[in-house]
């Protein structure tokens, strides 16, 4: 097995046996600490430790029965579902202009909505705070959305674009030659046939959303502070175990969107 | 055709063209108001001094030696932390590349559950895990490589593990994908040629990889530059990032001019890198495939 030949240059598995021992333990070092997190926060004790020496649902029950985490987690929860409902339409409807057009114009729309990926954050953080105080919107729902949405746009717009990639443009001109308006050829042609992807750019709005700490650092607060704000908060202070049960249940629903995505993927081959 | 016809025509294709694009503007509208509007307005803040006269004063504070040390540390971290990503990633990327797709593709679900976990509750992780009486202290007493607890987080080395793990994904994600992208025949004919393994890498698939590679590279020190969170958590005070001296400025002193400026650098410094590796590299290879 060791003396098999692993690669066309004439390389053995034994040869790569380091390659194969170093890849192993880099990919655990990626995904063991968010999974160790899990049973560490069913310990017992106010000390988390790996094996937990008693298992016990406090840290559960004390983020259940506090109405600060709850209310925080009904923002964050607000916040994502109207972030992904505001970011997707707008995301998907530029990037099927994107697509049809090939002028200068639509170029430049082009980079303007990958910005909100390449400015620094924390400056948008800050350039948001200091408009919505003139606007009078920070701590509001309203100014978190916002806020929000132009920072999904990418992200909406990058997973649309490589659905649309394998999608053949042709059938939107058959239906358009076939006497279809652009809008019905959309609805009726495009639309019924990009559904899988619509869904993950949705998803990925959502996780953006709920995840999203430095912009919500600057704009969030008082009785609409987000659940990643006031986590944030509380990780300066101490670490309390509490954040062990968010954490865990935010890991199981990062985890339970990356498998619906893939398995979408693999879907549409 | 007549000339009316021909006239009419163009009109026709340039109110089309127009009308194609307004479907784009309530993005582009998101994007004008909520970001380019505020950073042209902080910019602007920037030139302006406590008195409200245009000057240069914001970013003559800069050559503080408080925030020389600051842009200094953050250079260095974001050099450890890349150089680190390298060092962990291209092994990765280069065998799952190696292996058969749907095994490629297995491995790479390892790489991209971290990328969409919140990168705070990777944060919280580390901060258990590393903390004195932690996981990899209570290993490490246990094998008896150490025999003390070792100060592992609130530091430097605790900022650099969380920063690395946090940026990994985004090296190993465009790196394997320029990887599989090469063709099996170079190598193929490189062994046919008769150049042994060590040759056929460096000669043939390493130059194939490295407009991944690069653009990896970018991606990771960018993030860096900018990173908040993980160094504000890991670094426990001891670690000053440009990030981090842009919220004190406002947070704790409301000095938007001198923030304003540090965030206008920042900028000019992040445009600058990305401007050059698309120059290097042609426009769509740095984001198209990350």
Redesign the interface.
């Known amino acids: 097995m060791l003396k098999a030949q ?6 053995t598995h034994g040869g ?1 046996l380091w ?2 021992v ?2 192993g333990l ?2 655990a ?3 063991l ?2 999974l ?2 899990v049973p ?1 926060s069913f310990s017992g004790s106010r ?4 094996p937990p020496r008693s298992w016990s649902l406090q840290w559960y029950q004390a983020y259940f029965g506090s109405p600060e985490w709850q209310d925080a987690t009904i923002v964050s929860l607000e916040a994502a579902a109207l972030t992904t409902l505001v970011s997707v339409p ?2 998907l ?2 990037c ?3 697509r ?2 090939t ?1 200068w ?2 170029r430049a ?1 082009g980079v ?13 953080g ?6 919505y105080a003139r606007l009078g919107i920070n701590n509001t729902l309203l100014g978190i959305v ?2 929000h ?2 920072l999904a ?1 990418p992200f909406v ?2 997973t649309v674009e490589a659905g649309l990639k394998s999608f053949d443009m042709n059938q939107e001109m058959a239906a358009r030659s076939l006497g279809a308006s ?1 809008a019905r050829a959309f609805f009726d042609v495009v639309l019924p046939q990009i559904k899988l992807v619509i869904i993950s750019a949705a998803l990925f709005a959502f ?1 953006t959303s ?2 999203e ?2 912009v919500a ?2 704009v969030s607060g008082g009785e609409n502070a987000t659940l ?1 704000r006031l ?2 908060s509380a ?2 202070d101490e ?1 309390d175990p509490t ?2 049960a968010i ?1 865990s249940l ?2 199981v629903i ?2 339970g ?2 498998i619906v995505v ?1 398995v979408m993927q693999a879907r549409r081959g | 055709m007549t000339a009316v016809n021909t006239l009419e025509l163009s009109r026709d294709t340039r109110r089309e063209r127009v009308r194609l694009l307004l479907p784009s503007g309530p993005g582009f509208a998101v994007v004008l108001l909520l970001l380019i509007l505020p950073v042209g307005w902080l910019f602007l803040l920037s030139l302006v001094d406590g008195a409200g006269h245009l000057s240069l004063v914001n970013y003559e504070r800069l050559l503080q030696p408080l925030y020389i040390r600051t842009f200094i540390s953050t250079l260095e971290i974001s050099a450890i932390v890349t150089g680190a990503c390298v060092l962990l990633g291209f092994p990765v990327a280069y065998l799952l590349s190696q292996l058969p797709p749907w095994l490629g593709s297995l491995g790479m679900i390892f790489v991209l559950i971290p990328f969409w976990t919140s990168v705070l509750v990777r944060t919280y992780a580390w901060l258990v895990l590393l903390q004195r009486r932690g996981l990899v202290n209570n290993l490490l007493l246990q094998i008896g490589l150490i025999t003390e607890p070792l100060q592992l987080v609130y530091n430097m080395t605790g900022t650099i593990i969380g920063m690395t793990h946090v940026l990994l994904p985004f090296l190993i994600l465009p790196l394997y994908s320029s990887m599989r992208a090469i063709n099996g025949d170079y190598m193929r004919a490189a062994a046919n040629c008769g150049a042994g393994p060590t040759k056929a890498f460096w000669g043939i698939f390493m130059p194939l990889c490295t407009p991944g590679l690069t653009s990896g590279v970018i991606l990771v020190f960018v993030l860096c530059m900018g990173f908040y969170v993980t160094p504000s958590l890991l670094g426990g005070g001891k670690v000053s990032m440009w990030s981090m001296q842009i919220e004190s400025n406002i947070a704790l002193y409301s000095n938007w001019g001198a923030a304003s400026a540090l965030g206008v650098l920042l900028l000019v410094v992040t445009l600058l890198l990305l401007w050059g590796v698309r120059r290097l590299l042609g426009a769509d290879r740095v984001y198209g495939d990350a």
């Open positions: 692993a690669s066309d240059t004439g390389i790569r390659l194969y170093a890849t880099v990919l070092y990626l995904v600490p968010a160790l997190i560490m000390y988390l430790e790996f707008l995301g409807s530029a099927y202009a994107l049809l057009t002028s114009v639509g729309v303007a909505l990958s910005l909100p990926m390449i400015v620094p954050v924390i400056f948008i800050i350039g948001l705070f200091f408009v916002l806020g949405t132009l746009l717009v990058i652009r996780i709920l995840d700490v430095v650092l600057f990643p986590m944030f990780l300066r670490i954040i062990a954490s935010l890991t990062s985890v969107v990356l893939q």
